[in-house]
């Protein structure tokens, strides 16, 4: 494609390493390779998707900046769709700026965040929601989130919605056609698209919409609260399941003050742990500002670990935690299985919300029940089994939102069908539903969030 300028920028991450990308995109990026690399045997024409070594020399100066290894790729069978220029130089964040100004000067301009991507998408090399992918696999946490990402890139929700998208044409063409079918006759109308394929259709896309949920999760990762009151063991439990000594632990109450958070990878969920101060009556203001910052938390997390000391009685500072616990997901530990165990579970169970998960019991001294507790927490988070993984994903709240908008589009279409409105305003609401798919794909969607999902991009890529 052509008509818009070069760009250009580092693409690799900053700070020094082995080899450091600079990356030029558009109809400038052979002139910049001529005006700026020397080699020993001059080159006639850079064969495309060739690596040419040489140097960069400032033309103004003839200072040679850098030993470098170039490669020009001519488009359209690049990331971008268009010509390319790819300066591997050495990883110094000194080279690669000097390097960068000599590339602007000599004809590009510093690319915006995402740019690389975002002409890739207006290039037609990626649809919307592959370049949303791009994003989701640089910033991966855990090696299922990268193969979900992965999935996107390669097309599998485009796929998907190419398959829903072709089946309400299809709903279209038969309205349509009993529209001409009318006005030919004269007569009243013949009866519309079949009802039993727009409920297909409806139920497909809410089934894609349901994946939003386990998508989001493994993309994102979920918050998980240790709470209990002082002493139980929560420090030890965060520091038994991150493998380090990471909090304090002491047989003093009140020792954790601050929240301690780390992420784990919980079979293949980044799960976002944090060890808080124990509840009780405070005995002074610094813990009764722990304490208050345990309320709040506990109101925003995804999910809670409610830890009890199976050494001892429950105490009143346990019931009156466990009574609040009912909005949240959340799982009853029962810790220090080592010692001999003194909670009466009948009334542990009697205090527990309905549906709560049955207590683990564990010891985070010593690492019995960790596994156990472990699988709770994925079951807890994503309320299936692990292996019922859906073929395709969404992860996005804009492709939740699109498709729930298409399907009550196609809702109202069969609503009026059914009660004998006119065929054209049906004709309508699936065009409308179209639109509403076309926009996680990026065939209508507009300019200003093309902007916002692009900004979440870095420079370079
Ligand atoms: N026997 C036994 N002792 C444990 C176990 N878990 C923790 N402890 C001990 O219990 C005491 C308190 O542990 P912490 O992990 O600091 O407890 P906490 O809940 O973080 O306490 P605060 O920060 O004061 O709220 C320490 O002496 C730990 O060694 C366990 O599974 N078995
Ligand atoms: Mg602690």
């Known amino acids: 494609m052509t008509g818009r300028d070069t760009i250009a920028a580092i693409s690799t991450p900053p700070g020094i390493g082995g080899i450091g990308l600079i990356r030029i995109s558009g109809t400038e990026a052979e002139g910049i390779a001529r005006r700026l690399f020397r080699t020993a045997r001059p080159i006639d024409a850079f064969l495309s998707h060739h690596l040419y070594h040489g140097e960069i020399v400032a033309p ?35 080279i690669l700026r000097t390097v960068l100004a ?18 890739a998408f207006l290039n037609g090399r990626l649809d919307l929601s592959q370049a949303e992918a791009v994003f989701d696999l640089i910033s991966a ?97 965060l520091n038994r399941i991150l493998g380090e000594k990471r909090a304090i632990v002491t047989p003093i109450p009140g020792t954790t003050r601050d929240f301690i958070e780390e992420t784990v ?27 208050d910052l345990v309320w709040e938390r506990l109101v925003t997390t995804d999910a809670i670990l409610v830890l009890l000391d199976g050494s001892m009685a429950l105490t009143p500072e346990d019931q009156g935690l466990l009574l609040q616990m009912h909005a949240k997901p959340m799982i009853p530990v029962i810790n220090k299985s080592d010692l001999p165990q003194r909670l009466d579970e009948a009334l542990l169970r009697g205090l527990l919300p ?20 472990t699988a709770a927490i994925h079951e ?15 992860a996005d709240l804009r492709h939740k939102i699109a498709l729930e908008r298409a399907a009550e589009c196609l809702d109202r279409a069969q609503d009026g069908l059914r009660d004998g409105l006119p065929s054209e305003l049906a004709a309508l609401e699936v065009r409308e539903a179209l639109d509403s798919l076309g926009e996680i794909t990026g065939r209508t969607t507009s300019e200003e969030v093309l902007d916002r999902i692009f900004a979440n991009f870095c420079v370079g890529k």
């Open 265 to 291: 990878n919980i079979g293949g969920i980044p799960v976002r742990l944090t060890d808080t101060a124990g509840i009780r009556p405070p005995e002074n203001a610094i813990e009764k500002e722990g304490i």
């Open 141 to 237: 946490k855990t090696p299922e989130g990268l193969s979900a990402a992965v999935d996107r890139l390669k097309g599998k929700l485009s796929g998907r919605i190419e398959t829903i998208r072709n089946a309400i044409i299809d709903l279209l063409a038969g309205i349509e056609a009993a529209i001409d079918f009318a006005e030919d006759d004269g007569v009243v109308e013949a009866p519309g698209a079949n009802l039993l394929e727009f409920q297909a259709v409806i139920d497909d896309l809410h089934a894609l919409a349901a994946t939003y949920r386990r998508g989001r999760i493994i993309r994102e990762g979920i918050g998980v609260v240790i709470a209990g009151r002082p002493n139980v063991g929560k420090s030890s439990l």
């Open 60 to 94: 103004e100066t003839g200072a040679v900046l850098d030993d470098v290894l170039i490669a020009f790729l001519r488009g359209p069978h690049t990331y971008t769709g268009e010509d390319t220029l790819e300066i591997s130089c050495h990883g110094g964040p000194l």
């Open 102 to 119: 000599e590339v602007l000067r000599a004809g590009a301009r510093p690319a915006e965040r995402g740019e690389f991507t975002k002409r």
């Open 380 to 394: 807890m988070i994503l309320a299936t089994p692990a292996e019922e993984t859906p073929a395709a994903m969404i």
């Open 354 to 373: 309905a549906g709560t998960p049955p207590a683990v019991r564990i010891s985070a001294k010593y690492g019995d029940g960790i596994d156990r507790l």
